[in-house]
């Protein structure tokens, strides 16, 4: 069975540079055609893709984000981190990590992390 | 970016009601369009892929379809678990987007 759980702190104060972890397992991110992705969704509001990361490397981020994000990953861990630089209050929310296979959507979800941005 | 549009926002219905939820996008792709649904609290569960694939285990009152601009996801007869709202989402092209969300509430 797939799993997936994301940890990170749970308070970030503006400027400061936000560190998430996705630990999965039953997957491996050598496989062919599979990926790990991040999705925020703000309290109330919809979903938003915000990066992923695939078995050969392959890394898309979100344009409004790019510029603050960097996505690795630890095949050795089975973990893939998000980082964000220079948080602002909008970027509060909270942030799921999600397993994907080619021409498929995203089938497992972690159950996500609330992170709150604030002095 | 191609933007996702849902419509209704929100909807409401009786159990056992047939329900659509429809997602206009901003450019015309083939079918790499998923639809999610999500509980309050909780992590959003992929239903559809490819715009009308039923994901393993997801009740046959589930179906999608559409192409172009167009898609939709029906539920055929409405059960008190499907109270919940629902996403698209395109993966044709990066970034990946998603619509707003309808919300389905009971009647």
């Known amino acids: 069975q797939i799993t997936l759980k994301e940890s990170g702190p749970t308070l970030v104060e503006p400027t400061q540079t936000l560190t998430l972890t996705c630990t999965f397992s039953?997957?491996?991110?050598?496989?062919?055609?599979?990926?790990v992705g991040w999705i925020r969704q703000p309290p109330g509001k919809a979903l938003e893709w915000v990066a992923d990361i695939y078995w050969n490397g392959e890394i898309n981020y979100g344009p409004s984000l790019r510029s603050r994000l960097t996505i690795t990953k630890d095949t050795s861990k089975n973990q893939v981190v998000l980082t964000m630089t220079n948080v602002d209050p909008v970027d509060t929310g909270t942030y799921y990590c999600?397993?994907?296979?080619?021409?498929?959507?995203?089938?497992?979800w972690g159950q996500g992390t609330l992170v709150t941005v604030s002095s | 970016d191609i933007q996702m549009t849902q419509s209704p926002s929100t909807l409401s219905a009786f159990v056992g009601d047939r329900v659509t939820i429809t997602c206009r996008a901003s450019q015309s792709f083939s079918d790499w369009l998923a639809w999610y649904q999500q509980k309050p609290g909780r992590a959003p569960k992929l239903l559809i892929s490819?715009?009308?694939t039923l994901e393993v285990g997801v009740p046959s009152r589930f179906s999608g379809s559409g192409s172009g601009t167009e898609f939709t996801l029906t539920i055929s007869s409405l059960q008190p678990d499907d109270f919940a709202t629902y996403y698209c989402?395109?993966?044709?092209?990066?970034?990946?987007?998603f619509g707003q969300g309808t919300k389905v509430e009971i009647k």
């Open positions: 999600a397993h994907r296979r080619v021409h498929r959507g995203l089938d497992y």
């Open positions: 490819k715009a009308s």
């Open positions: 989402q395109q993966y044709t092209t990066y970034p990946w987007t």
């Open positions: 039953d997957f491996s991110l050598t496989t062919g055609g599979v990926g």
